[in-house]
């Protein structure tokens, strides 16, 4: 637990009403509609709490919501006080600091986002960055993730000799870089690159298998599974999970990390599932019939320490489903 005995500054107090929404979607209270949530204070079959800036003007920074069904109004503190029960402005704001983590962005961050959507790498620019990669010497590194040549040459895996990053194209759309050493990030998009990394020719039997790092789902196809997609970040979790319930009958396996924060999002997606009637999803972890190895953080360590295993899983996986696959009799 966290020691909150400091007092808060009143700007950090007021800063953290802009993020109402944030807090609102990572509890599961949002649907698909824009600034519309399931209410705090009574179940409803359709969601009636409205956000807004107050006065109608982002400029005052103070976000609220409103309730047509039942007339109630709130601040983020007293969606955290009615969710979650915390009473008190500084303990609330201790916790909207937890369940918010690094998910909150600034204006400056926000503004960042908006120039980069501006500046998208060009098909000519991808291509040119990446044709000065090189690609052999990328070939150890990727070895000690587990990931072999077929895989590298079918997703063009490569290397950036003077970043010292690997990299790894989402098709012709730009790319990610995974920085072998440096202290403030690991990864880092190309300039206005907002897809997922996904897999080339997704089976449609198949479910779909969601990973976080796009190595995690790099590893999902080298042990053999034709079906994944990266969220890049697990706070992307809920929205890709919509996106594909709302757009295809397919399963959807979870492969979160095996960490708190990977736990925690699983569960706030069951509860939204359960919130809002979407199918359930499967968790990945579940369906390995050995007993996990705790000291794996992630796939890409499974597929290094227990490749084998998570081959069986993946192949019973299509077995199960009837996927494509060669089967000998006997
Ligand atoms: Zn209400």
Redesign the pocket.
């Given at each position: 637990m966290k020691n909150n005995n400091g007092t808060v500054h009143p700007s950090k107090i007021k800063e953290m009403k802009k993020y109402l929404d944030d807090y609102m979607r990572i509890k599961g209270r949002a649907l698909r509609e824009k600034n519309t949530y399931f209410?705090v204070?009574?179940d409803e079959k359709r969601p009636?709490?409205k956000s807004y800036w107050l006065n109608n003007d982002p400029n005052t920074g103070v976000r609220k919501a409103k309730?047509f069904?039942?007339g109630?109004s709130f601040d983020v503190y007293d969606l955290v006080a009615a969710l979650e029960g915390v009473k008190g402005l500084k303990e609330q704001y201790y916790r909207l600091c937890e369940v918010l983590g690094e998910n909150i962005t600034t204006e400056e961050e926000r503004e960042k986002e908006a120039n980069k959507s501006k500046q998208k790498l060009t098909v000519d620019e991808v291509e040119e960055y990446l044709s000065k990669c090189n690609q052999m010497t990328g070939i150890p590194f990727w070895k000690e993730r587990g990931i072999t040549e077929k895989t590298i040459l079918e997703y063009r895996l490569t290397y950036d000799e003077n970043k010292r990053a690997l990299v790894i194209p989402f098709g012709k759309e730009g790319y990610v870089q995974r920085y072998l050493q440096h202290s403030s990030y690991r990864y880092m998009k190309s300039s206005g690159l907002r897809d997922y990394f996904r897999s080339q020719n997704m089976n449609r039997k198949l479910p779909i298998i969601l990973t976080e790092g796009e190595i995690d789902a790099l590893s999902i196809i080298e042990a053999g599974y034709p079906n994944v997609i990266s969220l890049g970040s697990i706070v992307n979790l809920i929205n890709v999970y919509e996106g594909i319930v709302a757009t295809t009958d397919l399963d959807v396996i979870i492969a979160v990390d095996l960490d708190t924060a990977g736990r925690k999002w699983m569960q706030d997606l069951i509860n939204t599932c359960v919130t809002i009637g979407w199918r359930k999803p499967i968790n990945l972890w579940d369906c390995i019939r050995q007993p996990i190895d705790t000291s794996c953080k992630d796939i890409n360590d499974y597929l290094i320490k227990h490749r084998s295993i998570l081959e069986e899983c993946l192949d019973g996986l299509k077995e199960l489903y009837g996927g494509s696959h060669e089967e000998i009799d006997g």
């Open positions: 209410c204070l009574h009636s709490l309730c069904s039942c109630a």
